[in-house]
């Protein structure tokens, strides 16, 4: 069974940094693609960001350019998120989802449960 | 960036009815389209990818379609556990642009 878990969100201040993990399980973490997806309370699913199986392939939404920063262990099968320069508009529930292609741009076949990230002061 | 318009925003259908919902990419995507579903207070679900695909494991009554840019949603028979919210998704290239949503709820 494919299990994706996050960890790593809380409440943060403004310009604070976060580092959000996720747990995978259940499939050969090394030969898919994942993403981060965000959603802000009551609103929409919003794109983050995307890495390749091997991670030679890396996306951004502009939103977080320049102040996130996507990577993978695969000897750890688990996924990370860098969150620096935080700002208010970055709470949401961040989903770590695997993509059904190895390349980096394919559709999220599985999603985790969600970790919180509240930015406030 | 490619711009995803999702219509409409909300819907109400009774039980049994024919149910669609479009989006529209500002440019070609190919086939590049997925579809998902999110059920209150639930995770989202891949319901459709490749605009036309059914995911593994969901049912038949969901079905979808591409001719240009235009791609659609259709659940043949709604029924009562259908209630979410509905989003697109594109993948042909970054940024992959997720459309506004469309609630479906029961009249």
């Known amino acids: 069974e494919v299990q994706l878990v996050e960890s790593g969100g809380g409440l943060i201040k403004p310009g604070g940094s976060l580092r959000l993990s996720c747990a995978a399980s259940?499939?050969?973490?090394?030969?898919?693609?994942m993403n981060w997806v965000r959603q802000a309370p009551g609103k929409g699913l919003e794109w983050v960001s995307s890495?390749?199986?091997?991670?030679?392939?890396?996306y951004y939404a502009d939103s977080v350019k320049g102040r996130f920063s996507i990577s993978r262990d695969n000897a750890k099968n688990s996924l990370y998120l860098q969150m620096n320069s935080l700002r208010a508009e970055d709470t949401a529930v961040y989903y770590c989802?695997?993509?059904?292609?190895?390349?980096?741009?394919?559709?999220?076949?599985?999603w985790g449960q969600g970790t919180l990230v509240t930015v406030s002061s | 960036d490619i711009q995803m318009t999702q219509s409409p925003s909300s819907l109400s259908a009774s039980v049994g009815d024919r149910v669609t919902i479009t989006c529209r990419a500002s440019?070609?995507?190919?086939?590049?389209l997925a579809w998902y579903q999110q059920k209150p207070g639930k995770v989202p679900n891949l319901l459709i990818y490749a605009a036309s695909t059914l995911q593994s494991g969901v049912p038949s009554r969901f079905s979808g379609s591409a001719s240009g840019t235009d791609f659609t949603l259709t659940i043949s028979s709604l029924q009562p556990e259908d209630v979410a919210t509905y989003y697109c998704?594109?993948?042909?290239?970054?940024?992959?642009?997720f459309g506004g949503g469309t609630k479906v709820e029961i009249k």
């Open positions: 998704q594109k993948y042909n290239s970054d940024p992959l642009t």
């Open positions: 440019q070609g995507i190919s086939n590049y």
């Open positions: 989802t695997r993509g059904d292609c190895t390349g980096g741009l394919c559709a999220s076949d599985y």
């Open positions: 259940g499939f050969t973490f090394r030969s898919y693609s």
């Open positions: 890495i390749s199986s091997g991670s030679s392939n890396i």
